[in-house]
């Protein structure tokens, strides 16, 4: 139903500020926004969550990536 959905989307903001998280960034994250992050600092935290995801996959569904 509907509630998988939100959950999905939950999990990956969550997943995305704790890769944010290990790479330093989430304090900028939280004060500046996702705008005024550079493509670099994006790239990093896409490629951490990757790592993330592949670590650990706790969530079953393959919507992660």
């Known amino acids: 139903g509907g509630m998988t959905i939100a959950r999905g989307k939950v999990a990956s903001d969550a997943l995305k500020l704790e890769a944010a998280r290990r790479l330093g960034l989430s304090q900028k994250l939280t004060?500046?926004?996702?705008?005024?992050?550079?493509?670099?600092?994006?790239?990093?935290?896409?490629?951490?969550?990757?790592?993330?995801?592949?670590?650990?996959?706790f969530d079953d569904s393959p919507r992660l990536y």
Not at 37 to 57: F, K
């Open 31 to 57: 004060e500046e926004g996702w705008r005024n992050l550079t493509s670099g600092e994006i790239g990093a935290i896409v490629r951490e969550m990757i790592r993330m995801g592949e670590e650990a996959l």
